[in-house]
């Protein structure tokens, strides 16, 4: 059964960092795109970034600010966040692909950036 675990979120003032991880089980992802999205209250759930063999995507709104990266020895992905904005403020959940859809999702952190 494939987990995927996230840690990392928590209350953090503006211009701080965090470093989200999300840890997978069940399955090895070291060839599957991986990504990071977020949901804040009343919207929907959006993309923030993505990895995918040696290559990096990010949303403009974190371009810059925010790093993916990904540990295949410990099947974890990470994302790395630096200059946090309030508007960052978010449950943010890792997804891992098959066959090039996101198919699997962790539970969710919380990321609270306060002003």
């Known amino acids: 059964q494939v987990q995927l675990v996230e840690s990392g979120g928590g209350l953090v003032q503006a211009g701080g960092s965090l470093r989200l991880s999300c840890a997978a089980s069940g399955r090895t992802f070291s060839n599957s795109k991986m990504g990071w999205f977020r949901q804040a209250p009343g919207k929907e759930r959006a993309f923030v970034a993505q990895?995918?063999?040696?290559?990096?995507y990010y949303a403009d709104s974190v371009k810059g600010r925010f790093t993916i990266s990904r540990d295949n020895v410990k099947n974890t992905v990470y994302l790395q966040m630096n200059s946090l904005k309030p508007e960052d403020t978010a449950v943010y959940f890792c997804a891992a692909s098959r066959a090039g859809a996101y198919v699997y999702w962790g539970q969710g952190t919380q990321v609270t950036v306060s002003s």
């Open positions: 990895i995918s063999g040696g290559n990096t």
